[in-house]
């Protein structure tokens, strides 16, 4: 007589959120060991269920914005480091509407800056949610669908909070994965789970630590998925392939001018044009060529780089996946950070995915000229996630002015080891490796509980 399997609803918020699920090879594993469905609206090769559309109003969202403002302005007074309210400044609202809207919520925030206030918050926005559509359908399909547990893999966005207040309605227990290694301080956590999985250890005493409410005992490190292919070079394109695709002159050296997007990289232009005269200094003196490849933002595109590009494209290529490409935009991306020498950046997490790939990073840390009265790069580092990093001896250089930039050509032409030793030390603590185990740690982690 034959087992009946444990029932399992997994929630995925966007196609990169399936994706680094879906290639890990997590899901092929749940789907063997349980009855899984998967609750998306992008396809999928499993049992699946339609999300109900998003109903949520201006009020929700305001209510969402001031929770997480007050959160932000209640760590500042108990934590040892008082930048938290850096993360939600509200300085690039456009139109009237709209700046008056978050200059209440930052004025009304104040009064709500402690556990209490917080918790009255939380209580006002999720009694806002359980009156949308989105709710009460979510409610009927638990209901009919009837799961031993709800997994959900982004903790702060409107569709998992409404899918895990229904969860609650219903009794069913819910696990969710927190999203990336420098939300736990963002004070956006909008779901309440009974167990929760995270990149690492330190991750795990931070969760606790800013969620009291959170005991440690539900709380377990898997690592995460989107790393999970990084030593196995599956999605590396074949190097004259991918030189031929983007059309990028030989070299000797390669340095990855990454963009953030344009909230934080408002000096992203003064940047890499900084770089590109001193790399074109260099290449003057030196029979040891440098070219630059430029990754814009993928969501945000290069806009406000083209201009500079189209001047110096002699220097510097860019390179974007486009729904024209040959090939995927995680292999683009990969194969972009496999065959450069170095990543340079403000402040992005593509430090990470360098240093997983054995590459030096460094982090731009200069005020340029004419710098946008919008942005502060000193207030970019202190940004609390950036404390891991000192931590660690703080493991991605900073350049301090744009003669530093020799200081990475450099480093690259003598291959030098120390940086990213460094680096990977700091990985370390902040991914659990080896990063290709999530999968298999995220099913021992429900063998547990379930």
Request: net charge positive.
């Amino acid at each position: 007589m034959s087992i009946k399997k444990k029932k399992l609803l997994i929630v995925f918020v966007n196609k990169s959120n399936y994706d680094n699920y879906e290639n890990s090879g997590t899901l092929k594993l749940l789907d063997e060991k349980y009855d899984l469905k998967i609750w998306y609206d992008g396809e999928t090769n499993y049992a699946s269920i339609q999300l109900p559309q998003l109903d949520f109003n201006g009020k929700i969202e305001y209510l969402k914005y001031l929770k997480e403002k007050a959160s932000l302005k209640y760590f500042d007074t108990i934590k040892e480091q008082n930048t938290h309210t850096f993360y939600r400044r509200f300085k690039r609202v456009k139109g009237f509407k709209n700046a008056l809207k978050f200059k209440s919520i930052i004025f009304f925030s104040n009064f709500f800056k402690s556990d209490k206030g917080i918790l009255f918050l939380e209580k006002k926005l999720n009694s806002f949610v359980e009156k949308t559509s989105f709710y009460k359908k979510s409610t009927e399909i638990l209901k009919k669908e009837n799961p031993d547990m709800l997994l959900i893999t982004h903790q702060s966005t409107s569709i998992t909070l409404g899918v895990s207040l229904a969860a609650k309605k219903n009794n069913v227990q819910v696990l969710t994965s927190i999203h990336s290694w420098d939300n736990i301080v963002k004070g956006n956590k909008l779901v309440d789970a009974d167990y929760y999985v995270v990149w690492s250890n330190y991750m795990k005493n931070e969760l606790v630590d800013y969620y009291p409410t959170v005991k440690k005992e539900t709380v377990f490190t898997t690592g995460t998925p989107q790393f999970h292919d990084y030593n196995s070079n599956q999605k590396l394109i074949n190097r004259e392939d991918f030189f031929r695709e983007f059309k990028i002159p030989k070299a000797t050296f390669y340095i990855c001018f990454s963009a953030n997007f344009k909230a934080i990289g408002q000096d992203e232009p003064q940047y890499l044009e900084d770089l590109i005269l001193e790399v074109k200094k260099h290449n003057i003196s030196s029979k040891e060529n440098i070219h630059i490849i430029f990754r814009p933002h993928p969501t945000e595109g290069s806009n406000r780089f083209d201009n500079l590009l189209s001047e110096n494209s002699d220097n510097v290529t860019k390179v974007i996946h486009t729904k024209n490409t040959e090939f995927n935009a995680s292999q683009v991306l990969f194969s972009i950070i496999y065959y450069t020498d170095a990543m340079i950046n403000v402040g992005s997490t593509m430090g990470l995915d360098a240093t997983l790939l054995n590459k030096p990073a460094f982090y731009l840390d200069y005020t340029v000229k004419n710098s946008s009265p919008l942005f502060s790069i000193d207030e970019i580092y202190k940004l609390v996630h950036f404390k891991s990093l000192k931590e660690s001896d703080n493991a991605i250089y900073h350049i301090k002015s744009k003669s530093e930039f020799a200081v990475i050509f450099k480093i690259i032409k003598e291959e030098n080891n120390v940086a990213i030793l460094k680096q990977k030390k700091w990985a370390k603590t902040i991914v659990k490796h080896p990063i290709e185990g999530f999968a298999e740690n995220y099913i021992n982690v429900l063998s547990k509980i379930i």
